[in-house]
């Protein structure tokens, strides 16, 4: 799914509407339709009713129209109250067409007044779910009031808030928030996601994303420019491979897993089961004979071999049996594992992904990375692109697209920056925007999760651009599943590898 600018948008709207045939009062019709259905979604407390914060413009417009919804559903919704910022003979267009169509049905109007701050508060205070429909994608600057009244009230009700399009006071390019700026719990974008949404710096704001579709021809967002994507479970769906019925253990790749050391046999542990979770036919897990007796005793359908060193000598004959390689959960530091990560690199012709303690040797001397002679995927978290990349962690978040952007294209990696919207970027060029995962996943070993699955994608014969948008997809998903069942706060890193087939089963429902 394309990720685009304001301005992409209002022009695809534009096509749609004098190209396409489809009127204005229709696309606005689908748009309140649709954040009908995401406020139908979200636990709130219905029987306390719902206030539809509504400007002028066609955000307004959509609020109205939600509100219309609201009212002829019923389904437990208690009082629906429409709070105008501006007069209601001062709507025009669509947004007036569609306050005709309101009218009949006798909602409660309240007109905001930033002069009766305590009676606006009072109403917003006592709902059950906020509709902020004040601003759209256009507006730029500190909100004016009475808008920027109205956005402190929603704020301050501290109640569950859902923001039409873009949360009011957000820009919609940058995602920098106004010092007035609605913090919602839920934004249902329209048509396409926005580019600001998707910013680090918008995230508080934001909340939970949907994408409500209204309808915009697929020949026009696919006319727009390549390189940026929003990873959606469609995208997810169309790259996951059929699986023959006659197939055996072997046409779904062997992965070799080099990994743990004393104190961090969990790592290894953790990214080989998740591994053997996601499709690959099998996994050996190369681990120093030191700690092998500890990480056997977790092992079965995983091959625990143990190593004296991580010589050519050793390592070389498992790199001819194996389709693919995953390096570095719970390694340590050493010069051995310097060793060890130089050696893949010079002579792993297969695709491997690289975390943890790889990355930090790596980071000693990044340039090696573009003389591997297979394709590469790294996964760093912000601290270690930090390291590998020479900028601050403060740089590295403040323009995550442009920094796995830029580090892809020199170092010919495919980069997975992790974090909330993990970035995965190609070295040829485009990024793609994770949709899935949750905070509760910023828990110790979920990142070995994330190797092991990329490890066995990239084993069954996927591409290395392609192996990660999937594994982060399914990854983040797989703990969205988790979160849903036990909650973010209790969320391990092993609840994530046991949800792990029930997200691969969504992949493979119809669409």
Not at 196 to 221: C, K, M, N, Y
Request: hydrophobic share 45%; aromatic share 4%.
């Amino acid at each position: 799914m394309k990720i685009v600018t304001a301005e992409q948008m209002r022009e695809l709207d534009r096509r749609t509407i004098q190209e396409a045939l489809v009127p204005g009062l229709e696309l606005m019709e689908r748009a309140g339709a649709g954040i009908f259905e995401v406020a139908q979604s979200m636990a709130v407390a219905r029987d306390r009713g719902v206030v539809l914060v509504a400007g002028k413009g066609n955000n307004g417009g959509d609020a109205i129209v939600a509100a219309e919804h609201l009212l002829r559903a019923g389904n437990g919704w208690g009082p629906v109250t429409l709070m105008l910022t501006t007069a209601a003979e001062e709507l025009s267009g669509d947004a007036l067409h569609h306050w005709k169509k309101l009218a009949p049905l006798q909602p409660h109007i309240v007109r905001f007044d930033p002069h009766k701050k305590e009676l606006m508060a009072g109403v917003l205070a006592g709902c059950g779910l906020i509709v902020d429909g004040l601003l759209g994608t256009g507006a730029r600057g500190e909100p004016l009031s009475p808008v920027r009244e109205a956005i402190e009230l929603i704020n301050a009700a501290k109640r569950p808030t859902l923001a039409i399009d873009i949360p009011s006071g957000l820009d919609a390019n940058t995602g920098q928030p106004a010092a007035a700026c609605v913090r919602a719990d839920a934004t249902a974008t329209i048509g396409l996601p926005k580019r600001g949404l998707l910013q680090q710096s918008a995230l508080d704001h934001v909340g939970r994303l949907s994408i409500v579709d209204i309808g915009i021809p697929e020949s026009f967002t696919a006319a727009l420019p390549p390189g940026c994507d929003y990873f959606t479970v469609e995208d997810a769906r169309a790259l996951l491979p059929p699986r023959r019925p006659s197939a055996h253990k072997g046409d779904f790749g062997h992965l070799l897993v080099v990994a743990g050391s004393e104190g961090f046999t969990g790592a290894a542990v953790l990214c080989g089961q998740a591994a053997m979770r996601s499709g690959t036919g099998l996994v050996t897990l190369a681990v120093p004979r030191a700690v092998w007796p500890v990480i056997a005793t977790q092992c079965r359908e995983v091959m625990a071999k143990p190593f004296d060193d991580w010589s050519a000598a050793a390592l070389a004959p498992w790199l001819e049996k194996c389709d693919a390689v995953a390096v570095g959960p719970g390694l340590g530091q050493s010069k051995a594992t310097d060793a060890l990560v130089n050696w893949l690199l010079e002579n792993c012709a297969k695709p491997m992904v690289m975390d943890a303690d790889a990355l930090n040797v790596l980071a000693r001397d990044p340039a090696r990375l573009r003389n591997a002679r297979g394709p590469v995927v790294i996964t760093p978290h912000p601290g270690e692109m930090s390291r590998l990349a020479g900028k601050s962690v403060a740089e590295i978040q403040s323009d995550r697209w442009n920094s796995a952007t830029q580090f892809a294209t020199e170092s010919k990696a495919v980069v997975v920056l992790k974090g909330a919207r993990t970035v995965v970027a190609n070295p040829a060029g485009g990024i793609s925007v994770n949709s899935t995962g949750n905070p509760g996943m910023a828990s110790g070993g979920v990142g070995d999760v994330l190797t092991g699955l990329v490890g066995a994608l990239l084993a069954q014969n996927i591409s290395a651009f392609d192996a990660a948008r999937l594994g982060v997809w399914v990854h983040g998903f797989a703990g969205d599943l988790t979160a849903q069942e036990i909650g973010e706060e209790a969320l391990i890193a092993s609840d994530v590898t046991a949800h792990l087939g029930a997200a691969f089963c969504r992949l493979r429902q119809p669409s």
